[in-house]
């Protein structure tokens, strides 16, 4: 039989040892490329790609709202990009609701704060369609301690700003407070890296838990995992985050006194009872002086919460509608989801009338505190 020179070229080809092993990787390169090619088409069809769109988007009106001074009551406006340092690539996000762990394992997480956390979390997780890039990249990445951390203040609006902020696609979050710093320190920072998402090259994990801002230890701790911890604080009015607090307690409680005998040590002398939490929790110069001791200032950040409901663009301009119904600004998107969310119904309570004349000695009383803190700050955050 005769062969042909081309025949008889690829018949040489085939025959020598090494051009075999050539031929076979080049099989196996053209396969790995359709792998490759498969999965960019199939997560393109994700929802989280509208996250990628408002990426670029971000950087660009972020970063000239910061400049412009958002400063510290802005300062929601360029926190997603503040917090990323470099430039990312784009990873898909995959849900962070499923946490068995962190559910099940701490009795501690199942107080009444994070119980309403909680509820919020049940309604993004039935808002969240079952990803199947979720599950696909489960796997990948690894648990990292958090970067940055909401420390407070307690129903400032500490969740609506971590739900906002996980949905930039290099964000990855906690869902339920870990409460490692104040209640859960004895376990080891091991136990709490187990609980973060997993995340990849250039992500940054972040969880929030509001009583830090008031514990004692919390700093010195959170140093001793890293200096270099992103400290994010969001404070109210302390007036009505009092009043905040306390409907969120007779919520559960509703046998508890008036909030106007709370209030006093002596109602007659017009004496506060400074050793009320809900009092005490908003003397937050008090508080920040406890947290300079061991950080910078320009490691905390500070979010308005009154600007957090009135314009929410300062954390990014189009992932919002205001939902008439709930009275707050709303997701349009969760994250992992298609669908709208708002928070639970145990965020934005209707408060309880306040006596005006109680109001206005809490605010004589805070007036001081106020001016110290927007000194501390640089930011006069309108509370007076
Ligand atoms: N978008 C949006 N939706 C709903 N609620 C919002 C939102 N933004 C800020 N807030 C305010 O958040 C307050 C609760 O604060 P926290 O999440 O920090 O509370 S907690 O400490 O975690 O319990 C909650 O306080 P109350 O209004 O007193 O319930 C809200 O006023």
């Given at each position: 039989m005769?062969?042909s020179?081309?025949?008889n070229?690829?018949?040489?080809?085939?025959?020598?040892?090494?051009?075999?092993?050539l031929l076979?990787?080049?099989?196996?390169?053209l396969i790995w490329?359709y792998?490759?090619?498969?999965?960019v088409?199939?997560?393109?069809?994700?929802?989280?790609?509208?996250v990628d769109s408002?990426r670029?988007?971000e950087s660009a009106?972020?970063g000239?709202?910061t400049?412009s001074?958002?400063?510290?009551g802005?300062?929601?406006?360029?926190l997603?990009s503040?917090?990323?340092?470099k430039?990312?690539?784009?990873?898909?996000?995959e849900s962070d609701y499923e946490?068995p762990t962190?559910?099940?394992s701490?009795?501690?997480?199942?107080?009444?704060?994070?119980?309403?956390d909680?509820?919020?979390?049940?309604?993004?997780?039935?808002a969240?369609?079952?990803?199947?890039m979720?599950?696909?990249s489960?796997?990948?990445?690894s648990?990292?301690?958090?970067?940055?951390i909401?420390?407070?203040?307690k129903k400032g609006g500490?969740?609506a700003?971590?739900?906002f902020?996980?949905?930039?696609?290099?964000?990855?979050?906690?869902?339920?407070?870990?409460h490692?710093?104040?209640r859960n320190?004895?376990n080891g920072?091991?136990?709490?890296?187990?609980?973060m998402?997993?995340?990849l090259e250039?992500?940054?994990?972040?969880?929030?838990?509001?009583s830090?801002?008031?514990?004692?230890?919390?700093?010195?701790r959170?140093?001793?995992?890293?200096?270099g911890?992103?400290l994010i604080?969001?404070?109210?009015?302390?007036?009505?985050?009092a009043?905040s607090?306390y409907t969120?307690?007779?919520?559960?409680k509703?046998?508890i006194?008036s909030?106007?005998?709370l209030?006093?040590?002596?109602r007659?002398t017009?004496?506060?009872?400074?050793?009320?939490?809900a009092v005490?929790?908003?003397?937050y110069?008090?508080h920040?002086?406890?947290?300079?001791?061991?950080?910078?200032?320009?490691?905390?950040?500070?979010?308005?919460?009154?600007?957090?409901?009135s314009?929410?663009?300062?954390?990014t301009d189009?992932?919002?509608?205001?939902?008439?119904?709930k009275?707050?600004?709303c997701?349009?998107?969760?994250?992992?989801?298609?669908?709208?969310?708002?928070?639970?119904?145990?965020?934005?309570?209707?408060?309880?009338?306040?006596?005006?004349?109680?109001?206005?000695?809490?605010?004589?009383?805070?007036?001081?505190f106020?001016l110290?803190f927007y000194q501390?700050?640089?930011?006069d955050?309108g509370?007076?």
């Open positions: 005769e062969y020179p081309v025949c070229s690829v018949y040489a080809a085939w025959s020598s040892p090494v051009k075999k092993k076979l990787l080049s099989i196996m390169f490329v792998m490759l090619y498969s999965c088409g199939y997560c393109s069809t994700m929802p989280s790609l509208v408002y670029g988007k009106s972020l000239k709202r400049e001074g958002g400063g510290v802005g300062a929601g406006g360029g997603a503040r917090l990323l340092t430039p990312q690539p784009w990873e898909d996000i946490e962190v559910r099940t701490s009795r501690d997480l199942l107080d009444t704060d994070r119980t309403e909680w509820d919020d979390l049940a309604g993004m997780r039935a969240a369609e079952p990803g199947a979720s599950s696909f489960s796997g990948a990445g648990k990292k301690l958090p970067q940055a909401i420390i407070g203040v500490t969740r700003l971590l739900e902020l996980r949905v930039h696609p290099d964000i990855r979050a906690v869902g339920a407070e870990p490692f710093f104040d320190y004895e920072l091991e136990w709490y890296r187990e609980l998402p997993k995340t250039g992500q940054i994990t972040m969880e929030k838990t509001p830090y801002f008031v514990t004692r230890e919390a700093p010195a959170i140093a001793a995992m890293s200096r911890t992103k604080v969001v404070v109210r009015d302390p007036v009505t985050r009043i607090d969120q307690t007779l919520s559960k509703p046998d006194p909030f106007e005998s209030t006093f040590k002596n007659t017009g004496l506060i009872d400074t050793s009320w939490s005490q929790i908003g003397i110069a008090k920040l002086d406890n947290w300079l001791q061991y950080f910078p200032m320009e490691q905390l950040l500070f979010v308005s919460g009154e600007r957090l409901i314009d929410p663009r300062i954390i189009k992932h919002f509608y205001f939902n008439q119904t009275g707050f600004p997701l349009k998107k969760a994250e992992g989801s298609s669908k709208p969310h708002c928070l639970g119904k145990t965020k934005g309570r209707t408060h309880p009338n306040i006596d005006p004349e109680v109001v206005q000695r809490l605010r004589d009383f805070y007036r001081p106020n110290k501390m700050t640089g930011h955050f509370w007076d």
